[in-house]
């Protein structure tokens, strides 16, 4: 495999992002005064900020670990799965993501009392209890398989290490810091990912060379986009089920769903904005950046098949396909970059595991923390008392992650790219649809979301222990998902016919859809903006990181680099001073409107 002479460097540059990360989480810490501001930064974040994060939240160092080696073997197959966030971040800007910021709640369990009523609220937290350790230890598993590679160093420390970092600035600040945090990352993860791709291009001839270098090695049907069950009979290191149209059917559908869905990861996240118009604003900018991320991000390992396919067998991983990333940027960038390479992919994971982190803690403190109250007789805590358990709660549920984290290392069988796909097709599609459907249909009963959920995980478990059970070849992800989704539609709907809701069930649905329907006044409901503080704030991380990056024209291993470290900094640098330019401007136009 491809070796890193300098590794000191590396490590310098991990040291230095790891420090910059822990300082946002001290700068951020007084602009959360209370649990409104630490979960959902009391609805003021501005469309930039919320969709740097969103973009960032929207996937992780699987994509650059398990999807690339999926990439590595099946070509622009990955390009097209990951066109399907770009379509949910497009229905989010059009339908769902004015609305989600419009019901005026802090956590996604409150959007599903105000729909549901409580007894659906304690059940959606106490799932995400259950699937939040499950779904960021596959990602934190996934971004030490990655570091474990570029390092040569443990995969277990690595989990502890990232975890305990993340747990720092994410329990002290709350949602601020990981906002700030998030966009930072992207700031890093953009510019590095781009060269990268762009130096594997120069190594074939351009997009052309690329194309042309497929088909002289026999790799057009393999790579194409979309496959046959025939194609796909032929591909060693994955499933041959997938890739096929039903995949990307069942792919699609599920993701919709997913991130639609009260329930999903993005409606707390649009609960931060500061109201519709900026939340349709952040799922543009989101989806555009993706839109090029998609493109970008699987041409390394695909050019890793094509120039050093032995190096990347030869990876010391249960996977080494999934370290091809990996081995592209260690043979074609100097080890400072390769460093920077390393944070983006740090950055990609973390920006997965705060969001999901702080939206676990404020479950658990938001909701099933009073529920628990009200059943032993006693008042919960309220104000700062409340905020500080908040802290507490978010400590425990990174540690439970991290754990999570551990065994998979241990016991993960099959790649992280199956472990994903098997809690996607397991838990998600039963629990998530009825609450896209609340979204939309009216007239339903509290019953109806309890046993739609219920006869879809028990679907979805059959489909899972029976042919264990009695020795059956097991089901594709696109057979689960489609028999669960028509399974819990089948029983949602019948169940709303037999089941009318009563008086109290259409008043609490009159008062969600009409807060779903109405506009926010941020003026009237929120009060003053702090936009110009977040933009200077930002904007001085940026600056700092990108005169950092420069640093890296002093190692000797860097002498016949200069042009991509520049080029990496120079997008950090420009985009750190416009922040800080327009911040104080707004800033001095603020104050003059005061006096």
């Known amino acids: 495999m491809p070796i890193i002479q300098d590794k000191t460097t590396i490590f310098a540059v991990v040291a230095g992002y790891l420090l910059v990360l822990i300082v946002i989480g001290i700068v951020f810490r007084r602009f959360s005064k209370d649990t409104n501001d630490?979960?959902?930064?009391?609805?003021?974040?501005?469309?930039?900020?919320?969709?740097?994060?969103?973009?960032?939240?929207?996937?992780?160092?699987?994509?650059?670990?398990?999807?690339?080696?999926?990439?590595?073997?099946?070509?622009?197959?990955?390009?097209?799965?990951?066109?399907?966030?770009?379509?949910?971040?497009?229905?989010?800007?059009?339908?769902?993501?004015?609305?989600?910021?419009?019901?005026?709640?802090?956590?996604?369990?409150?959007?599903?009392?105000?729909r549901f009523g409580p007894g659906m609220e304690q059940v959606i937290a106490y799932l995400g209890m259950v699937m939040g350790p499950i779904y960021g230890g596959v990602q934190l598993y996934g971004l030490a398989i990655f570091t474990s590679v570029l390092l040569g160093v443990p995969i277990a420390p690595t989990i502890v290490l990232l975890g305990v970092v993340v747990l720092f600035y994410a329990a002290l600040s709350g949602a601020w810091a990981v906002l700030a945090a998030d966009f930072i990352k992207g700031l890093i993860l953009i510019p590095i990912s781009v060269l990268l791709g762009v130096v594997c291009l120069q190594q074939v001839g351009g997009l052309e060379g690329l194309l042309a270098a497929i088909r002289h090695a026999g790799l057009s049907?393999?790579?194409?986009?979309?496959?046959?069950?025939?194609?796909?009979?032929?591909?060693?290191?994955?499933?041959?089920?997938?890739?096929?149209?039903?995949?990307?059917?069942?792919?699609?559908?599920?993701?919709?769903?997913?991130?639609?869905?009260?329930?999903?990861?993005?409606?707390?996240?649009?609960?931060?904005?500061?109201?519709?118009?900026?939340?349709?604003?952040?799922?543009?900018?989101?989806?555009?950046?993706?839109?090029?991320?998609?493109?970008?991000?699987?041409?390394?390992?695909?050019?890793?098949?094509?120039?050093?396919?032995?190096?990347?067998?030869?990876m010391p991983l249960a996977k080494p396909v999934e370290g091809a990333y990996a081995a592209m940027a260690i043979r074609l960038l100097p080890p400072g970059l390769v460093g920077v390479v390393l944070v983006g992919m740090c950055a990609s994971t973390m920006s997965t595991l705060d969001t999901g982190l702080t939206s676990l803690a404020a479950n658990i403190t938001e909701n099933i923390y009073p529920a628990i109250c009200r059943l032993l007789g006693v008042l919960p805590w309220q104000g700062r008392p409340r905020l500080i358990f908040a802290k507490f709660v978010n400590v425990f549920c990174a540690v439970v992650i991290i754990g999570s984290a551990l065994i998979m290392s241990?016991?993960?069988?099959?790649?992280?790219?199956?472990?994903?796909?098997?809690?996607?097709?397991?838990?998600?599609?039963?629990?998530?649809?009825?609450?896209?459907?609340?979204?939309?249909?009216?007239?339903?009963?509290?019953?109806?979301?309890?046993?739609?959920?219920?006869?879809?995980?028990?679907?979805?478990?059959?489909?899972?222990?029976?042919?264990?059970?009695?020795?059956?070849?097991?089901w594709t992800f696109q057979a689960q998902v489609g028999a669960v989704l028509a399974v819990t539609t089948a029983c949602f709907f019948i169940v709303r016919?037999?089941?009318?809701?009563?008086?109290?069930?259409?008043?609490?649905?009159?008062?969600?859809?009409?807060?779903?329907?109405?506009?926010?006044?941020?003026?009237?409901?929120?009060?003053?903006?702090?936009?110009?503080?977040?933009?200077?704030?930002?904007?001085?991380?940026?600056?700092?990181?990108?005169?950092?990056?420069?640093?890296?024209?002093?190692?000797?291993?860097?002498?016949?680099?200069?042009?991509?470290?520049?080029?990496?900094?120079?997008?950090?640098?420009?985009?750190?001073?416009?922040?800080?330019?327009?911040?104080?401007?707004?800033?001095?136009?603020?104050?003059?409107?005061?006096?």
């Open 38 to 114: 630490y979960f959902r930064a009391s609805g003021k974040v501005t469309w930039w900020l919320l969709g740097g994060s969103m973009f960032m939240q929207s996937f992780s160092a699987w994509t650059f670990t398990g999807a690339a080696g999926a990439a590595f073997e099946a070509g622009f197959s990955l390009t097209a799965m990951q066109l399907s966030n770009v379509l949910v971040f497009v229905s989010f800007a059009l339908v769902t993501g004015p609305w989600f910021r419009q019901l005026r709640c802090i956590t996604g369990a409150d959007v599903v009392r105000l």
């Open 221 to 314: 049907a393999a790579f194409a986009p979309v496959k046959s069950a025939a194609v796909m009979a032929t591909l060693d290191g994955v499933d041959h089920s997938w890739f096929t149209p039903a995949f990307f059917a069942a792919w699609y559908a599920n993701n919709l769903v997913n991130s639609n869905s009260l329930n999903g990861a993005s409606c707390p996240r649009f609960l931060c904005a500061k109201d519709g118009r900026e939340a349709r604003r952040a799922a543009w900018f989101a989806g555009v950046l993706l839109l090029g991320g998609a493109f970008i991000w699987y041409i390394p390992p695909m050019t890793a098949r094509l120039l050093i396919p032995d190096q990347v067998a030869a």
């Open 410 to 474: 241990v016991f993960g069988q099959g790649g992280i790219f199956k472990i994903l796909l098997d809690v996607l097709a397991t838990v998600v599609p039963p629990v998530a649809l009825p609450m896209l459907y609340g979204l939309f249909v009216r007239r339903v009963a509290p019953i109806v979301p309890f046993v739609s959920i219920g006869c879809g995980l028990g679907a979805s478990l059959s489909i899972i222990v029976l042919p264990a059970v009695y020795d059956l070849e097991r």
């Open 497 to 595: 016919r037999l089941c009318p809701p009563d008086r109290a069930t259409l008043a609490r649905e009159e008062e969600f859809f009409a807060r779903r329907d109405r506009p926010v006044d941020f003026e009237l409901e929120i009060g003053a903006a702090n936009d110009s503080r977040q933009l200077v704030i930002i904007g001085a991380f940026s600056l700092v990181l990108g005169l950092g990056i420069l640093l890296l024209l002093i190692p000797e291993s860097s002498r016949g680099h200069a042009w991509e470290i520049n080029a990496v900094a120079a997008v950090v640098i420009a985009v750190g001073a416009l922040m800080l330019w327009q911040g104080r401007r707004r800033g001095a136009r603020e104050h003059g409107d005061r006096t």
